[in-house]
């Protein structure tokens, strides 16, 4: 079984960055696909980035190319959500997701394909 614990989530201004972390524990981080997913209020969660367990493949939603970043420290069992230009649109609930069984580069964009989730971490941006 895997626990995922988020954090970093916090009210910033448009244009500023911010640094989501989620630390892994319980299960074999090494060869976990992990994600993050949002849900912003009234919405559906929302995929926003993957990277696979060898990390060599990453893959980004459309509004976040470019400003949001994905990494992993297999040492720490840590992946980070390194957001930013940051915009009001961004405001949501930020949710970590692993995935277990899958390729070296395999990423996966529904919420089907993760079988474990954080409790989501708060990240509101303000304009």
């Known amino acids: 079984q895997v626990q995922l614990v988020e954090s970093g989530g916090a009210l910033v201004q448009a244009g500023d960055s911010l640094r989501l972390s989620c630390a892994a524990s319980?299960?074999?981080?090494?060869?976990?696909?992990m994600a993050w997913f949002r849900q912003a209020p009234g919405k559906e969660r929302e995929f926003v980035t993957a990277?696979?367990?060898?990390?060599?493949?990453?893959d980004h939603a459309d509004s976040v190319k470019g400003r949001f970043t994905i990494s992993r420290d297999s040492a720490k069992s840590t992946v980070f959500l390194q957001m930013s230009s940051l915009k009001p649109e961004d405001t949501a609930v930020y949710y970590c997701?692993?995935?277990?069984?899958?390729?070296?580069?395999?990423?996966?964009?529904?919420?089907?394909?993760?079988?474990?989730w954080g409790q989501g971490t708060q990240v509101t941006v303000s304009s």
């Open positions: 990277i696979s367990w060898s990390g060599g493949t990453a």
């Open positions: 319980g299960g074999t981080f090494t060869t976990a696909t």
């Open positions: 997701a692993a995935a277990a069984g899958r390729s070296s580069w395999w990423t996966g964009r529904q919420r089907y394909e993760y079988r474990y």
